[in-house]
């Protein structure tokens, strides 16, 4: 069973297509890149994988549902793209308060916490306010809240736009290490060196069509036919 499936995917708003007909898969324990400039369609397939947008043809499922299935969205993690965190919370009550709403106990919180803020290399710093951590750290404390439920997907949107390139450097290394472990990533990233460090296969979206997929070593050897326009990262 793949994780993710699309099949001839399509989405329109209004008379924009912003999806054209694509179909991926992806695996368990892959790093997997969705890679394209802005506005090429990266959030709005990840939108309609979890249900936020519908489809406007094609298939699309997430887990083994239909996408958009409650029973396979709370197996998600999800760190969208556009995301504020309050910053009276520290590290440690945000978790707390993301844990809560996954219905988990109280004991269960206390120690998945410092663990997950620990593999996000950030414990030091939990009950710190989130208004003193960098950009690079919110984005690894969102990893860790997307991660806080045990999920068997986690995704990605574009976590490391804005951050610095130290911070881009240790959202990378916590990517590698979730891989390591065995997680399932989907990201999002406009950056190629991003994705052909950490993914294991990538599909490259241009205007809604998927105009490559493959392993980084596949589509590497053609890269001047497909990286115009795309950051180096
Ligand atoms: P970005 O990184 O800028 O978010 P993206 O690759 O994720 O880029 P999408 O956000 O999926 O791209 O947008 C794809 C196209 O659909 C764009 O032209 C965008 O303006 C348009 N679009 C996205 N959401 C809507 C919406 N709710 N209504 C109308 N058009 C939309």
Known sequence: MSVIETVELR?????????????????????YG????????????????????????????????PAGAAS???????????????GYHTGYSLMDFYGSLYGMAA??????????????????RMHSKIKAYSKGM???????CAMMHEPDL?????????VDPMGRREIR???????????????????LGEVELVCDRVAILQQGKLVREGTIAELTQTKGTFVIGLMPG
């Open 138 to 144: 919110k984005q690894r404390l969102g990893i860790a």
């Open 72 to 86: 396979a969205r709370r197996r998600v993690g999800y760190l969208p793209e556009d995301h504020a965190f309050p």
């Open 107 to 124: 004991s269960e919180r206390k120690k998945r916490i410092p663990e997950t803020l620990e593999l996000v290399g950030i414990a030091g």
């Open 34 to 65: 969705l890679l394209g400039q802005n506005g090429a369609g990266k959030t709005t397939l990840i939108k309609i994988l979890l249900g936020i947008v519908r489809l406007t043809d094609g298939e699309a499922s997430l887990l083994g549902a």
């Open 11 to 31: 989405k329109s708003y209004g008379r924009l297509e912003a999806l054209k007909g694509v179909s991926l898969r992806v695996e368990k324990g892959q790093i």
């Open 173 to 191: 290394e916590v990517m590698a290490q979730l891989k390591a472990r065995g997680h399932t990533i989907f990201l999002n990233s406009h950056l």
């Open 154 to 162: 986690i995704v990605l949107d574009e976590p490391t736009d804005g």
